[in-house]
Protein backbone atom coordinates (compact mmCIF):
# COMPACT_ATOMS: atom_id res chain seq x y z
CA UNK A 1 0.00 0.00 0.00
CA UNK A 2 1.62 3.58 -1.03
CA UNK A 3 2.55 5.61 1.51
CA UNK A 4 0.59 8.52 2.47
CA UNK A 5 2.21 11.76 2.81
CA UNK A 6 -0.67 13.23 4.18
CA UNK A 7 -0.86 10.99 7.32
CA UNK A 8 2.97 12.46 8.10
CA UNK A 9 3.83 14.79 10.76
CA UNK A 10 5.24 18.03 9.27
CA UNK A 11 8.08 18.26 11.27
CA UNK A 12 8.89 14.86 10.28
CA UNK A 13 9.14 16.09 7.13
CA UNK A 14 11.14 19.15 7.60
CA UNK A 15 13.91 17.66 10.10
CA UNK A 16 14.21 14.81 7.35
CA UNK A 17 14.39 17.18 4.30
CA UNK A 18 17.12 19.00 6.31
CA UNK A 19 18.66 16.65 7.22
CA UNK A 20 19.01 14.60 4.25
CA UNK A 21 19.81 18.10 2.40
CA UNK A 22 22.65 18.94 4.52
CA UNK A 23 24.39 15.31 4.20
CA UNK A 24 23.99 15.93 0.65
CA UNK A 25 25.91 19.34 0.69
CA UNK A 26 28.86 16.86 2.70
CA UNK A 27 28.78 14.29 0.24
CA UNK A 28 28.97 16.60 -2.59
CA UNK A 29 32.39 18.30 -0.97
CA UNK A 30 30.90 21.46 0.12
CA UNK A 31 30.55 20.68 3.91
CA UNK A 32 32.84 17.39 3.61
CA UNK A 33 33.07 17.23 7.48
CA UNK A 34 29.19 17.22 8.25
CA UNK A 35 27.31 13.91 6.66
CA UNK A 36 27.58 12.92 10.18
CA UNK A 37 24.75 15.03 11.24
CA UNK A 38 22.05 12.87 9.23
CA UNK A 39 21.09 10.52 11.42
CA UNK A 40 21.26 12.62 14.66
CA UNK A 41 19.34 14.85 13.45
CA UNK A 42 16.58 12.38 12.01
CA UNK A 43 16.88 10.57 15.52
CA UNK A 44 14.49 14.22 16.16
CA UNK A 45 11.42 12.58 14.97
CA UNK A 46 12.36 8.89 14.51
CA UNK A 47 14.21 6.12 16.40
CA UNK A 48 17.38 5.40 15.27
CA UNK A 49 17.00 2.25 13.76
CA UNK A 50 14.68 3.80 11.38
CA UNK A 51 16.49 6.53 10.96
CA UNK A 52 19.38 4.28 9.87
CA UNK A 53 16.85 2.28 7.32
CA UNK A 54 15.46 5.14 5.31
CA UNK A 55 19.18 6.91 4.93
CA UNK A 56 20.37 3.62 3.07
CA UNK A 57 18.90 4.39 -0.27
CA UNK A 58 19.46 8.05 -0.05
CA UNK A 59 22.62 7.68 0.84
CA UNK A 60 23.29 5.26 -1.93
CA UNK A 61 21.34 7.69 -4.75
CA UNK A 62 23.48 10.66 -3.47
CA UNK A 63 26.73 8.41 -4.29
CA UNK A 64 25.77 7.89 -7.36
CA UNK A 65 25.44 11.44 -8.48
CA UNK A 66 29.27 11.87 -6.67
CA UNK A 67 30.50 9.11 -8.57
CA UNK A 68 29.62 11.09 -11.63
CA UNK A 69 30.84 14.09 -10.66
CA UNK A 70 34.40 12.97 -9.30
CA UNK A 71 35.04 9.96 -11.16
CA UNK A 72 38.10 10.70 -12.00
CA UNK A 73 39.50 12.04 -8.81
CA UNK A 74 40.63 9.28 -6.92
CA UNK A 75 43.23 8.44 -4.43
CA UNK A 76 43.56 4.43 -4.95
CA UNK A 77 46.51 4.12 -2.59
CA UNK A 78 44.31 5.27 0.57
CA UNK A 79 41.24 2.76 -0.79
CA UNK A 80 43.53 -0.38 -0.79
CA UNK A 81 44.22 0.57 3.03
CA UNK A 82 41.15 1.95 3.94
CA UNK A 83 38.48 -0.61 2.07
CA UNK A 84 39.63 -4.19 3.62
CA UNK A 85 39.35 -2.59 7.08
CA UNK A 86 35.85 -1.07 6.29
CA UNK A 87 34.43 -4.30 5.07
CA UNK A 88 35.70 -6.11 8.25
CA UNK A 89 34.05 -3.07 10.62
CA UNK A 90 30.74 -3.89 8.60
CA UNK A 91 30.58 -7.52 9.24
CA UNK A 92 31.23 -6.74 12.96
CA UNK A 93 28.49 -4.71 12.41
CA UNK A 94 26.18 -7.16 11.70
CA UNK A 95 27.07 -10.05 13.90
CA UNK A 96 26.94 -7.18 16.90
CA UNK A 97 23.65 -5.98 15.24
CA UNK A 98 21.17 -8.13 17.99
CA UNK A 99 22.96 -6.43 20.88
CA UNK A 100 23.03 -3.17 20.21
CA UNK A 101 20.10 -1.27 21.68
CA UNK A 102 19.15 2.16 20.66
CA UNK A 103 20.21 3.63 23.69
CA UNK A 104 24.09 2.33 22.88
CA UNK A 105 23.20 3.39 19.31
CA UNK A 106 22.20 6.52 20.49
CA UNK A 107 25.73 6.91 23.36
CA UNK A 108 28.17 5.78 20.24
CA UNK A 109 26.84 8.41 17.71
CA UNK A 110 26.92 10.80 20.10
CA UNK A 111 30.49 9.91 21.18
CA UNK A 112 31.95 9.93 17.74
CA UNK A 113 30.35 12.94 16.98
CA UNK A 114 31.41 14.98 19.98
CA UNK A 115 34.89 13.77 19.66
CA UNK A 116 35.01 14.41 15.86
CA UNK A 117 33.90 17.72 17.05
CA UNK A 118 36.34 18.48 19.30
CA UNK A 119 39.14 17.28 16.91
CA UNK A 120 37.93 20.17 14.76
CA UNK A 121 38.41 22.55 17.40
CA UNK A 122 41.83 21.02 19.07
CA UNK A 123 44.99 21.51 17.45
CA UNK A 124 45.87 17.67 17.42
CA UNK A 125 44.87 17.25 14.17
CA UNK A 126 47.32 19.78 13.09
CA UNK A 127 50.46 18.04 15.20
CA UNK A 128 49.88 15.10 12.68
CA UNK A 129 49.30 16.45 9.18
CA UNK A 130 51.93 15.69 6.61
CA UNK A 131 52.44 11.99 7.60
CA UNK A 132 52.32 9.23 4.50
CA UNK A 133 49.42 6.80 4.97
CA UNK A 134 50.00 4.26 7.56
CA UNK A 135 48.46 0.69 6.51
CA UNK A 136 47.86 -0.16 10.23
CA UNK A 137 46.19 3.20 11.01
CA UNK A 138 44.06 3.11 7.75
CA UNK A 139 42.97 -0.22 8.16
CA UNK A 140 42.33 0.24 12.05
CA UNK A 141 40.01 3.30 11.13
CA UNK A 142 38.65 1.68 8.14
CA UNK A 143 37.14 -0.77 10.25
CA UNK A 144 35.59 1.76 12.81
CA UNK A 145 34.69 3.79 9.43
CA UNK A 146 32.64 0.22 8.38
CA UNK A 147 31.46 -0.27 11.78
CA UNK A 148 29.98 3.27 13.04
CA UNK A 149 28.76 3.56 9.30
CA UNK A 150 26.81 0.33 9.53
CA UNK A 151 25.14 1.15 13.11
CA UNK A 152 24.42 4.89 12.13
CA UNK A 153 25.81 5.56 9.04
CA UNK A 154 28.32 7.86 10.98
CA UNK A 155 31.54 6.67 9.34
CA UNK A 156 32.71 9.95 8.13
CA UNK A 157 34.53 11.60 11.29
CA UNK A 158 37.17 8.10 11.33
CA UNK A 159 37.26 7.81 7.70
CA UNK A 160 38.21 11.81 7.75
CA UNK A 161 40.81 11.19 10.83
CA UNK A 162 42.67 9.15 8.68
CA UNK A 163 42.72 11.26 5.79
CA UNK A 164 42.62 14.78 6.55
CA UNK A 165 45.87 14.74 7.81
CA UNK A 166 47.29 14.14 4.19
CA UNK A 167 46.08 17.67 2.92
CA UNK A 168 44.75 16.04 -0.30
CA UNK A 169 43.53 18.52 -3.25
CA UNK A 170 39.85 19.29 -2.39
CA UNK A 171 38.68 17.35 -5.56
CA UNK A 172 40.68 14.28 -4.66
CA UNK A 173 39.72 14.23 -1.20
CA UNK A 174 36.13 14.34 -2.05
CA UNK A 175 36.19 11.89 -4.97
CA UNK A 176 38.01 9.38 -2.32
CA UNK A 177 35.37 9.72 -0.18
CA UNK A 178 32.75 8.91 -2.95
CA UNK A 179 34.46 6.22 -4.10
CA UNK A 180 35.11 4.78 -0.38
CA UNK A 181 31.46 5.45 1.02
CA UNK A 182 30.03 4.07 -2.05
CA UNK A 183 31.45 0.92 -1.65
CA UNK A 184 30.87 0.93 2.25
CA UNK A 185 27.01 1.82 1.62
CA UNK A 186 26.37 -0.67 -1.42
CA UNK A 187 28.07 -3.37 1.02
CA UNK A 188 25.72 -2.56 3.76
CA UNK A 189 22.35 -3.75 1.64
CA UNK A 190 22.67 -7.47 2.30
CA UNK A 191 23.05 -6.93 5.61
CA UNK A 192 20.23 -4.36 6.08
CA UNK A 193 18.20 -6.51 3.71
CA UNK A 194 18.34 -9.75 6.20
CA UNK A 195 17.87 -7.64 9.06
CA UNK A 196 14.41 -6.14 7.84
CA UNK A 197 15.83 -2.52 7.64
CA UNK A 198 15.06 -1.97 4.15
CA UNK A 199 10.98 -2.51 4.60
CA UNK A 200 8.52 -1.20 2.64
CA UNK A 201 7.27 1.58 4.69
CA UNK A 202 10.74 2.89 5.18
CA UNK A 203 11.69 2.80 0.86
CA UNK A 204 8.84 4.61 0.63
CA UNK A 205 10.30 7.07 3.02
CA UNK A 206 13.35 7.06 1.22
CA UNK A 207 12.15 7.49 -1.95
CA UNK A 208 10.20 11.00 -0.66
CA UNK A 209 13.55 12.05 0.34
CA UNK A 210 15.66 11.46 -2.96
CA UNK A 211 14.62 14.49 -4.63
CA UNK A 212 15.87 16.53 -2.18
CA UNK A 213 19.29 14.37 -1.90
CA UNK A 214 20.15 14.89 -5.77
CA UNK A 215 19.19 18.57 -5.27
CA UNK A 216 21.33 19.28 -2.45
CA UNK A 217 24.49 16.81 -4.21
CA UNK A 218 23.92 18.86 -7.32
CA UNK A 219 23.76 22.59 -5.76
CA UNK A 220 27.18 21.14 -3.52
CA UNK A 221 28.86 20.09 -6.69
CA UNK A 222 27.87 23.67 -8.76
CA UNK A 223 28.95 25.41 -5.67
CA UNK A 224 31.96 23.40 -4.57
CA UNK A 225 34.24 25.71 -5.97
CA UNK A 226 32.27 29.14 -5.58
CA UNK A 227 31.36 30.06 -2.48
CA UNK A 228 33.54 30.51 0.94
CA UNK A 229 31.87 28.12 3.90
CA UNK A 230 34.09 28.68 6.80
CA UNK A 231 31.18 30.59 8.52
CA UNK A 232 28.67 27.62 7.27
CA UNK A 233 31.35 25.30 9.04
CA UNK A 234 31.11 27.04 12.01
CA UNK A 235 27.83 26.77 12.78
CA UNK A 236 27.54 23.47 11.74
CA UNK A 237 29.69 21.99 14.11
CA UNK A 238 28.46 24.20 16.62
CA UNK A 239 24.63 22.37 15.66
CA UNK A 240 26.36 19.27 15.32
CA UNK A 241 27.60 19.56 18.82
CA UNK A 242 24.40 20.47 20.11
CA UNK A 243 22.90 17.28 18.28
CA UNK A 244 25.59 14.76 19.77
CA UNK A 245 25.13 16.10 23.75
CA UNK A 246 21.43 15.63 23.36
CA UNK A 247 22.15 12.16 21.63
CA UNK A 248 24.46 11.46 24.87
CA UNK A 249 21.71 12.31 27.32
CA UNK A 250 18.93 10.17 25.30
CA UNK A 251 21.23 6.77 25.41
CA UNK A 252 22.66 7.35 29.14
CA UNK A 253 19.03 7.87 30.28
CA UNK A 254 18.12 5.15 28.53
CA UNK A 255 20.11 2.75 31.04
CA UNK A 256 19.12 4.35 33.90
Same mark, same amino acid.
Given at each position: ?80 ? &?? *?? $? +?? =?? /? %? !? ?5 ? #? @? ?106 ? &?? *?? $? +?? =?? /? %? !? ?5 ? #? @? ?28
Amino acid at each position: MPLDITSIDPWVIIISSLAVFLVALSKSGLIGSLSFVGVPLLSIVMPVTEAVGIMLPVLLSMDAIGLMAYRREIHWPNLKI &LL *PG $A +IT =GI /V %L !GWIFFAF #I @SEGMVRLMVGTVTVLFCLDEWLPLRKTLSGLPPSRPWGWFWGNVAGFTSFVSHTGGPPFQIFMLPQRLKPTLYAGTTVIFFAVVNTTKLIPYAFLGQLSVSNLAKSAL &LI *PV $A +IF =GM /V %L !GVYLVRR #I @STELFYKMAYILAFMLALKLLYDGILSFL
